[in-house]
């Protein structure tokens, strides 16, 4: 039995303003003639710049700023008609409480990927080579990486190693009110890459059902873009979803009562058409989750979601990329694990011990591939089963 530990975090958060009708730009001020200003945009109208002056014609705010046209010398006051936008390029204004995070040339990269794909990550360290397949299909673009707490660790990794982009930003977007932005929203629409980073899942579900994120993502898959994720942001793609809402579920509990109260599960949070009727889970071997896995499967049978469903588990420092075709290869060190239903449990219920017979199994290690949605590959699958609190095989990774 494993016993229970909670840990609770907390994240600094940075806030960057824009400044309105007599507001101040609080640093650097506005440009002169054909300058920049590097942090934070330039004085609106009336407003005072409490560094170099306001901006000069044509002077170019680089980051949630805009341009101010005629301002006075070091100590004048700001130019008229500030706009706000990112690049001072106009866009949806930065709403309260978003904190957001630019690596790269904040406006738009105006290209067209050419996935769409998909790349499922297992948690842990992430897997290079797994990011380096979507440089082509990103086609120099820009990349959102979602998360509800953390930072910008993503940012460098990713524009300077990885390399290929735009820009990199990072917006932590922590409620219903923030998804549903006209910012977020904007992003989203023009992002070539959007990867959801590791964290707490509920929060996701919480936070992002229901919303713009949810439709924007799904679009952006539609139109090429690439939709990943690590841990929690992988384990939130699938049509189902383990919402961890009243934290995780370990084997054991899930096998003895897969209606226990850690048992949070939800559908219908994204469409992404490889993973329709698939549940995936991360940090698989690692966390010996084969067992949950197959509780998870149980439970989207038996409550009617579907009539067949694929699990998909997913070791650390591993990642599967499912290509437009819907062809998912396995890269790095672990490997990815497929599970398919078997018709209806014979014992599914609250209280009672899963019986659950007859599941196939199929194991992937680097190179090897599995057709999704419908989870067919060339490798050989082995027969799986839970019944009397344990899997059969007891131990199958």
């Known amino acids: 039995m494993n016993a229970r530990v909670i840990i609770v975090a907390s994240s600094l958060a940075l806030a960057c303003g824009d400044a309105g009708a007599g507001g101040e730009s609080s640093f650097n001020g506005g440009a002169s003639a054909g300058g920049e200003s590097s942090f934070n945009g330039g004085a609106g109208a009336g407003g005072e ?4 002056g306001g901006a000069g014609a044509a002077g170019e705010s680089s980051f949630n700023g805009g341009v101010g046209a005629g301002g006075a010398g070091s100590t004048g006051l ?3 008609g500030g706009v706000s936008g990112v690049g001072g390029s106009g866009g949806a204004e930065l709403p309260d409480g978003l904190v957001t995070y630019v690596t790269g040339d904040p406006a738009d990269a105006v290209v067209t990927p050419t996935g769409p794909a998909l790349l499922l990550m297992g948690g842990g360290t992430d897997v290079d080579a797994a990011f380096a397949a979507w440089v082509p299909l990103i086609q120099g673009g820009d990349v959102v990486v979602l998360r509800t707490s953390g930072a910008d ?7 300077s190693e990885v390399g290929g982009t735009n820009s990199v930003e990072t917006m932590l977007v922590t409620s219903q009110t923030l998804a549903n932005s006209d910012y977020v929203a904007e992003r989203l629409a023009n992002a070539e890459a959007i990867f959801m980073a590791g964290g707490d899942q509920a929060t996701y579900v ?3 059902k229901g919303t713009r994120v949810e439709t924007e993502i799904e679009a952006a898959y539609a139109r090429g873009a690439v939709i990943g994720g690590t841990s929690a ?4 793609l699938g ?19 897969p209606y226990n109260p850690y048992m949070t599960m939800e559908h219908e949070l994204l469409d992404l058409p490889p993973l329709v009727h698939v549940i995936t889970d991360t940090h698989f071997a690692e966390r010996d989750r084969m067992g949950r896995l197959v509780g998870f499967v149980a439970r989207t049978i038996q409550d009617g979601w579907a009539d067949e469903t694929l699990g998909i588990g997913v070791d650390e420092a591993t990642a599967l990329f499912v290509d437009a075709s819907g062809v998912g290869t396995v890269m790095g060190e672990g490997s990815v694990y497929v599970v398919r239903s078997n018709g209806v449990p014979a014992t599914c219920a609250p209280g009672a011990t899963l019986e659950y017979q007859g599941l196939e199994l199929v194991e992937l290690i680097a190179g090897q591939t599995v057709n999704l949605p419908n989870g067919d590959s060339s490798v050989a699958s082995t027969p799986l089963a839970a019944s009397d ?3 059969v095989p007891a131990a199958p990774y």
């Open 49 to 52: 710049s409490p560094f170099n």
């Open 78 to 80: 700001g130019g008229a």
């Open 153 to 159: 660790g993503y940012n460098d990794y990713l524009h």
């Open 206 to 208: 919480t936070a992002w």
């Open 233 to 236: 942001g992988c384990a939130v």
């Open 239 to 257: 049509d189902f979803a383990f919402a961890a809402l009243e934290d995780t579920v370990y084997s054991d509990e899930a096998l003895e009562d």
């Open 389 to 391: 609190g344990v899997t």
